[in-house]
C-alpha cells in the first residue's frame, strides 16, 4: 500500500516538472496563439509539439518565430510566423491554397485592397463626370458656335438683300455719265497669288469693252517658306514668269492693243533689299514701259503711257483711264466708290 502511494506522488511530480518545463518561465516575454482551419479536426504543431485540434487558443507562448505546422490527414501545411510580446496572432490553415495566414494581415490587405479599389472607382467616377462635363460643354459650345453661325448667315443675307436693293437703286439712277466712267475708268486688273509651288494669276475686266484676251505663264525651281513667311529658292533657277495681251475699245469706238510682262525671280537668301526681283513691262499699241521692284515692302507704283497708268503692287496690276479719273475726282467724287 505504501508502495503505491509513493508511486502515484512519484508520477504526480513528473506530470509537475514536466508542466513546469512547457510552460514559460517566469518573467519570459510571451504571447498567444490562434489557430483556425479550414477543415474540420486539424491538428496543430508548434515548433513539432501538438497542441491540439483546430480552433485552437494556445496561450503563453514564447515572443519570437514558432513554425506552425497544420495536419488533416494526408495534407500537411508548414509555415513559419513571429509572436510579438503581448499579441494574439491569429492563424489560419487554408488547405485549399496549401497555406496559412496570418488572418489579421489579411484582413489589413483584404481593407488596402477595397480602399483601393474604391479609390480607384471614386476616381473612374471623378473623370467619366469631368468627361461627361466636357461633352455637355463641347455640345453647348457647338450648339452656340451653329447659333451664332446661323445669325451671321441671316444678317449675310440681309447684308447682300440691302446691298442689291442699293444696287439696283444705283443703276436705275445711273446717268450716261455715270456709265461710262464705271465701265471705262477700270480697263483691267490682274491679281498675282503669292504661292509656293504653283503661279496663280486671275484677272478682274469688263467683256464688254475688253477682247482678245490671252495669257501664258511658267515657273521653274523649286521654293520654301520661312517662319517668318519669307518665299525663298530651294533649289534653282527659281523664276516665275505671267504675260498677258488683250484689246480695249473705248466709248468712241478706238481699240488699244494692251501686254502686260511680269516676272519675278526668287533668291536663294536674305539679301538687302528682300528676298526676290520683280519686273513689269506693259505695252500700248506697241510702245513699252518697264519697272522694277526689289523691295520688301509692298509699295504701290505707277506707270503712265498716252492716256492710261498702270498701278502696280506685289499682288496686284491694273490698267486705268487716267483721263477718266481726273474726271472723276474733279467732279469730287472718289475713285473707290468705281472699284
Known amino acids: 500500500m505504501r508502495q503505491k502511494l509513493f508511486l502515484s506522488i512519484g508520477i504526480l511530480t513528473v506530470l509537475m516538472f514536466a508542466a513546469a518545463v512547457m510552460a514559460a518561465e517566469p518573467g519570459e516575454k510571451t504571447g498567444n496563439l490562434e489557430v483556425s482551419s479550414s477543415l474540420i479536426g486539424t491538428r496543430v504543431y508548434v515548433d513539432d509539439t501538438y497542441k491540439g485540434d483546430a480552433d485552437l487558443f494556445i496561450e503563453n507562448v514564447s515572443v519570437g518565430q514558432h513554425t506552425i505546422i497544420c495536419r488533416q490527414g494526408s495534407q500537411t501545411i508548414t509555415d513559419t510566423f513571429t509572436l510579438q510580446e503581448g499579441e494574439t496572432l491569429k492563424l489560419k490553415a487554408l488547405f485549399d491554397s496549401s497555406k496559412i495566414v496570418n488572418i489579421r494581415e489579411a484582413e489589413r490587405l483584404e481593407a488596402e485592397r477595397k480602399k483601393k479599389e474604391a479609390q480607384a472607382k471614386a476616381e473612374a467616377e471623378k473623370q467619366a463626370e469631368k ?15 451653329k447659333k451664332q453661325a446661323e445669325e451671321a448667315r441671316r ?5 447682300r438683300s440691302e446691298a442689291k436693293k442699293t444696287e439696283v437703286k444705283r443703276v436705275e439712277q445711273k446717268s450716261a455719265t455715270e456709265e461710262r466712267r464705271e465701265l471705262h475708268l477700270n480697263i483691267i486688273k490682274v491679281y498675282i497669288e503669292d504661292m509656293d509651288q504653283d503661279l496663280r494669276v486671275s484677272h478682274k475686266s469688263n467683256q464688254k469693252v475688253v477682247g482678245k484676251y490671252a495669257e501664258r505663264k511658267s515657273q521653274t525651281g523649286k521654293y520654301h517658306r520661312t517662319k517668318m513667311d519669307l518665299l525663298l529658292c530651294d533649289a534653282g533657277p527659281c523664276v516665275k514668269e505671267w504675260a498677258a495681251s488683250f484689246s480695249y475699245t473705248d466709248e468712241s469706238g478706238k481699240t488699244d492693243a494692251f501686254t502686260i510682262s511680269w516676272k519675278e525671280v526668287v533668291f536663294n537668301a536674305l539679301t538687302p533689299s528682300g528676298t526676290n526681283k ?40 491694273a490698267i486705268r483711264r487716267s483721263d477718266i479719273a481726273q474726271e472723276i475726282t474733279a467732279a469730287g467724287k472718289s475713285l473707290e466708290d468705281y472699284q
Open 131 to 145: 468627361q461627361e462635363a466636357k461633352a455637355r460643354a463641347d455640345a453647348k459650345r457647338q450648339e452656340e458656335l
Open 155 to 159: 444678317a449675310e443675307e440681309l447684308r
Open 278 to 317: 520683280r519686273d513689269l513691262q506693259w505695252c500700248l499699241n506697241g510702245a513699252c514701259k518697264k519697272l522694277e521692284d526689289a523691295s520688301a515692302e509692298d509699295k504701290t507704283r505707277e506707270s503712265a503711257l498716252d492716256r492710261y497708268v498702270a498701278i502696280w503692287t506685289k499682288s496686284s496690276v
